[in-house]
């Protein structure tokens, strides 16, 4: 099977494109000539279960696999290669104007130690220039945008005073302040039970159609993903074992590994029902 783009458009009028991407903590790959395009505006979901690549994948797109890694390949993020870019310059563009990222736990993006409106409005001082009272006054804006109550009081507070759910919305926001062209989102609503988890899909949906913002998002459920992204890539074992609009993955799976993935949500579901 081809890992070639067929997402998105390729070339120099992709927003995101990724080819042949092999990344290695030693003799074997944990991804493995992996390659997808994505455009200004579409939604793009990467699927598989524990140590399928997916979150290889977008810790190298994003510049965060560490020290360790080998990384091999190209990505190009609006025709520039990022593969080789000092760290200091993929800093600017992380949580810039250019990409940022959700994680899981929103303790990977929150400090313990800093209000919740310094964290807010860091990125924008920095990467903005904006002063303190801007970027607060923003940060108000962004919590009342992704629906945290009493926005004021929050921007206080610290992260052990609001709830998980709650965190993780800040979190999100976090991600929006500088207006990011393209959103990695890993695993964003895991670890959160079902009903905080359908209320933060429902955001990202919305904040995603209404800022006109390219996503990819990881997740090991393919219905997650359908709930976002109008394509989809399913990995195992570091490869691309299948891909196309989610759409015709939900009801026509090209591949056995596709079928097990969606077998085996059906029966979680029915086990949750019975």
């Not at 002063?131 to 009493?150: F, G, H, K, W």
């Not at 999100?172 to 079902?194: K, N, Q």
Request: with cysteine; glycine share 10%; charged share 20%.
């Amino acid at each position: 099977m081809s890992t070639g783009p067929d997402v998105g458009l390729a070339g120099d009028e992709a927003l995101l494109q990724v080819d042949a991407l092999c990344v290695r903590y030693g003799p074997q790959p944990v991804v493995d000539d992996v390659g997808f395009a994505l455009a200004a505006g579409e939604t793009l979901g990467i699927v598989g279960e524990s140590g399928s690549g997916k979150s290889q994948t977008a810790l190298a797109v994003l510049g965060l696999s560490g020290a360790a890694a080998q990384v091999e390949g190209s990505i190009r993020f609006e025709g520039r290669e990022l593969l080789g870019l000092r760290e200091r310059d993929r800093r600017r563009l992380r949580g810039s104007s250019a990409i940022s990222a959700v994680f899981q736990n929103p303790g990977a993006s929150l400090n313990p130690h800093l209000r919740l409106g310094e964290q807010l409005s860091e990125g924008l001082r920095y990467h903005l220039g904006w002063s303190r009272a801007a970027a607060l006054a923003a940060a108000r804006r962004l919590l009342d945008a992704v629906r945290v109550p009493d926005a004021s009081r929050r921007l206080r507070q610290y992260p052990h005073e609001l709830s998980g759910g709650q965190n993780q919305r800040v979190a999100i926001a976090m991600a929006l302040a500088c207006a990011p062209r393209l959103l990695v989102a890993d695993e964003p609503t895991t670890a959160l039970d079902a009903t905080t988890q359908a209320q933060l899909l429902d955001l990202l949906r919305e904040q995603c159609r209404e800022r006109q913002l390219a996503l990819l998002l990881i997740s090991h459920d393919l219905g997650v993903v359908a709930e976002l992204c109008s394509h989809a890539l399913v990995m195992r074992a570091g490869r691309i074992v299948d891909r196309g609009p989610t759409h015709r993955l939900l009801s026509a799976p090209g591949h056995p590994y596709t079928a097990r993935l969606l077998a085996a949500r059906r029966a979680l579901g029915a086990t949750a029902e019975g």
